[in-house]
């Protein structure tokens, strides 16, 4: 693939194809790998505890959805304003240096909220400024560690080492949530934000443990001007890049705005409290962690199951909002976590996987500033509509952009690529499918 800045019209691929070696858990052979996802489900696990008491504790202090959407906020703005440095400092440094920095700066947050929670000083700008710190932290961080994969791993394995990243997060957040809960009920929120701050030095030390030896060749870009503007034109000419990006920033923006959903609807809707609230997180990352397994067995990322489970996620978001008890409420969760993720997974593997190494760091920065970044614009909107019209309203207002997002990013993978849409209504063929424009032309 060319590493050029110029717009080039090649049509958008449908799959993009790795070598034979299988298994879901396959990447996890690799040494290096093993130390990298045994230190993430530590520190992911102490992330969801965090994330959790996070949300919990400013709506304690100030009994507002809109003060939950602002520290929401507050965490992703630096995503959305600097982002893309973020992506252009991650090309030009060693990646593994890089994140023992990012990580130990992470771990230090962490227990900075801890004191303020344990000594009974924090107060709700206290967790404005950690959350935006963190924030500027992750700016780095999330580039870093995206791209660091494939010198891990190599081409062969990143699909499988992707998925299993997310698979990695969604298993803590399985346990992360439940221990959150016992400990906001039981101890209070402070111990939740300890271990988190501790749990940093897991990846710490497998950083430190890696073979450097063992890691695929790095690719890192001298210093020179322009380069932003560069990775923005390289991303601009290439549909396979663009469009999934432009649909995980609508999603991003307007459907995972859950934190804010989930405390409102066990708060207002069905009365249950924290326990409730840390139930429907578990329910969520069960079906994430079914929807990453799965990924990890695919060998292909095809941009049209993209579109698929992009326009099934906000079709599922709209049932749930309508739900008239807790407990279909929380059985929709299950696939709303399932396919959410197989729409992220999807997009970030196509977007790695078709980008040029040399410009995989900028790439995965704009992808993650139009997904994360995205947060800051949705967070208080969603929450506003949830303070104004009832939570019901924002969460169905939220999975009716995604659809309508996954629907036209379709359309225009379609055009770009060169396909139209056929409708064959004969017995044992498909009926509803994308074909070529010559062949559409030929059957005339």
């Excluded at 890696?210 to 560069?230: C, F, I």
């Excluded at 079906?287 to 799965?294: K, M, Q, W």
């Excluded at 139209?420 to 010559?438: A, I, M, Q, S, Y």
């Amino acid at each position: 693939m060319s590493t050029g800045s110029g717009a080039d019209s090649a049509p958008a691929p449908t799959s993009t194809h790795e070598s034979k070696t299988g298994g879901t858990f396959s990447s996890l052979k690799i040494r290096n790998y093993r130390l990298f996802a045994t230190g993430a489900v530590i520190s992911n696990t102490g992330t969801w505890m965090s994330r959790i008491t996070q949300d919990w504790l400013v709506l304690s202090l100030t009994g507002s959805a809109t003060a939950v959407g602002i520290t929401t906020a507050l965490q992703f703005l630096p995503m959305l304003l600097f982002g893309l440095y973020g992506g252009v400092i991650a090309d030009r440094l060693p990646k593994r240096k890089l994140l023992l920095v990012s990580q130990a700066a992470l771990g230090l947050c962490g227990i900075a909220l801890a004191a303020l929670t344990l000594s009974g000083a924090v107060q709700v700008w206290h967790v404005y400024l950690i959350a935006f710190l963190l924030g500027m932290v992750t700016v780095v961080d999330n580039p870093a560690r995206q791209s660091f994969v494939s010198e891990m791993v190599g081409p062969a394995q990143l699909r499988n080492a992707v998925s299993l990243n997310s698979a990695n997060f969604q298993s803590a957040r399985l346990i992360g949530p439940a221990v959150a809960g016992v400990l906001i009920t039981t101890v209070g929120s402070g111990w939740a934000f300890l271990f988190n701050g501790l749990s940093f030095g897991a990846p710490l030390v497998g950083l430190l443990l890696m073979r450097t030896s063992e890691l695929h060749k790095a690719v890192v870009v001298p210093r020179a001007k322009g380069q932003l503007r560069e990775g923005l034109r390289y991303v601009s000419g290439r549909p396979e890049l663009i469009w999934p990006i432009v649909l995980v920033g609508f999603i991003g923006t307007f459907g995972f705005n859950f934190p804010i959903w989930l405390t409102a609807f066990a708060d207002e809707i069905f009365r249950g409290g924290a326990g409730m609230y840390s139930f429907f997180n578990i329910l969520m990352a069960a079906g994430s962690l079914a929807g990453a397994l799965l990924a990890a067995r695919r060998r292909s990322s095809r941009l049209r199951m993209l579109v698929a489970a992009g326009t099934a996620f906000g079709l599922l978001e709209i049932i749930a909002s309508m739900s008239p008890s807790v407990w279909l409420f929380a059985i929709l969760l299950l696939p709303i976590g399932m396919i959410g993720l197989t729409t992220n997974i999807s997009a970030n593997t196509s977007v790695q996987m078709a980008a040029d190494p040399a410009m995989r760091g900028r790439v995965m920065s704009l992808y993650m500033m139009v997904f994360a970044g995205g947060t800051p614009v949705g967070a208080p909107i969603v929450g506003w509509l949830s303070d104004t019209y009832g939570v019901r309203t924002a969460m169905a207002v939220g999975g009716t952009f995604s659809m309508l997002a996954a629907l036209g990013v379709g359309l225009m993978l379609a055009r770009a690529g060169g396909l139209r849409l056929k409708v064959d209504l004969r017995p044992g063929h498909p009926h509803v499918r994308f074909v070529p424009r010559e062949q559409l032309a030929a059957a005339a």
